[in-house]
């Protein structure tokens, strides 16, 4: 069974930096993780995704400004943000699949979700 619980998320003023973490559970071989976030009104979009051999992929939006890694030995995915804008208020998910995808920004490739946790940016 897969299991995926983030944490770090909180309210901070533009500008600002902050780290998320994603601890997951029961992923061996080849898999993908990603961090998605859906803000108020809108549907969810992708912001990150990390391959087990590391190889990695962003939205345009986040180029740049935010870093997704991972640690293996602490089974622990990471999404770190600087430069934050109001724009990226959203509740940010962790999500995951086994084996590999051609889209690893498009959602309907996750089997697997956390149960998100909320970034806040405003002054």
């Known amino acids: 069974q897969v299991q995926l619980v983030e944490s770090g998320g909180g309210s901070v003023q533009p500008g600002g930096s902050l780290r998320l973490s994603c601890v997951y559970s029961?992923?061996?071989?080849?898999?993908?993780l990603a961090w998605f976030r859906r803000a108020p009104g809108k549907q969810r979009e992708a912001v990150a995704a990390?391959?087990?051999?590391?190889?990695?992929t962003y939205a345009d939006s986040v180029k740049g400004r935010f870093t997704i890694s991972k640690d293996g030995a602490q089974r622990t995915l990471y999404l770190q943000m600087t430069s934050l804008e109001p724009e990226d208020t959203a509740t940010y998910f962790c999500?995951?699949?086994?084996?590999?995808?051609?889209?690893?920004?498009?959602?309907?490739?996750?089997?697997?979700w956390g149960q998100g946790t909320q970034v806040s940016v405003s002054s």
């Open positions: 999500a995951a699949i086994r084996g590999g995808t051609l889209y690893p920004l498009d959602e309907s490739q996750y089997t697997y």
């Open positions: 029961g992923l061996g071989g080849y898999y993908w």
């Open positions: 990390i391959h087990t051999y590391v190889r990695t």
